[in-house]
Nanobody, 122 residues
Framework: QVQLVESGGGLVQAGGSLRLSCAAS????????MGWFRQAPGKEREFVTA????????YYSDSVKGRFTISRDNAKKTVYLQMNTLKPEDTAVYYC???????????????WGQGTQVTVSS
């Protein structure tokens, strides 16, 4: 079956960096766009960033643009999220997701990981 497994979360001070990884199995990874989402306590899940199947196109929310970078290695079936200049408001559970198609101009995510906790202390 399809599995998306996130790793790399942890506790970091404000201004620090973390790199998250999401390893995929059970799917033809290169045919999927990949996204990262996050959910903070008491808040709805929000979009963070996405990358198309080839890695040529990336998309970011305004809140992370210029600080976060998404990338992928199709040979390793892994997508990465490099997070720099972290802020306390970045604290959340981070999820990766795989999308096989676009619906109404938006990626339609078919599979989700279990999430990894990122905590940024002030």
């Amino acid at each position: 079956q399809v599995q998306l497994v996130e790793s790399g979360g942890g506790l970091v001070q404000a201004g620090g960096s973390l790199r998250l990884s999401c390893a995929a199995s059970g799917l033809t990874f290169s045919r999927y766009a990949m996204g990262w989402f996050r959910q903070a306590p008491g808040k709805e899940r929000e979009f963070v960033t996405a990358i198309d199947w080839s890695g040529a196109n990336t998309y970011y929310s305004d809140s992370v643009k210029g600080r976060f970078t998404i990338s992928r290695d199709n040979a390793k079936k892994t997508v990465y999220l490099q997070m720099n200049t972290l802020k306390p408001e970045d604290t959340a559970v981070y999820y990766c997701a795989a999308a096989s198609r676009v619906v109404a101009g938006q990626y339609k995510y078919d599979y989700w990981g279990q999430g990894t906790q990122v905590t940024v202390s002030s």
